[in-house]
């Protein structure tokens, strides 16, 4: 069964940083890109980052260029999201997905497995 279970998520200042994680279990990790998506209340969910098998091809939503960097480590089957410099409108739950595919994705019907989510919130 696949899993994929994220945490980091926490409370914090206007201008802190945060380092999420999404450990994978249950699949073949470094076959699979991987994004993170984020979901603020009454919003729909939305692309932040996305990352190919290898790590080398790397994609970002325009609103976390230059302050998020996604990354992985396929010998620990995890992925990261470090964010820096974060603002209010980042206050979200943040969910990692998993693609089976060498094309870095950046749309939700492309990711076949999802975790459960960690909450970020961002107070100014």
């Known amino acids: 069964q696949v899993q994929l279970v994220e945490s980091g998520g926490g409370l914090v200042q206007a201008g802190d940083s945060l380092r999420l994680s999404c450990a994978a279990s249950?699949?073949?990790?470094?076959?699979?890109?991987m994004g993170w998506f984020r979901q603020a209340a009454g919003k729909e969910r939305e692309f932040v980052a996305a990352?190919?098998?290898?790590?080398?091809?790397?994609r970002y939503a325009a609103s976390v260029k230059g302050r998020f960097t996604i990354s992985r480590d396929n010998a620990k089957n995890t992925v990261y999201l470090q964010m820096n410099s974060l603002k209010p409108e980042d206050t979200a739950v943040y969910y990692c997905a998993a693609d089976l595919s060498t094309v870095v994705y950046t749309t939700i019907p492309s990711y076949d497995y999802w975790g459960q989510g960690t909450r970020v919130t961002v107070s100014s």
């Open positions: 249950g699949l073949t990790f470094s076959t699979y890109a």
């Open positions: 990352i190919s098998r290898s790590g080398s091809v790397i």
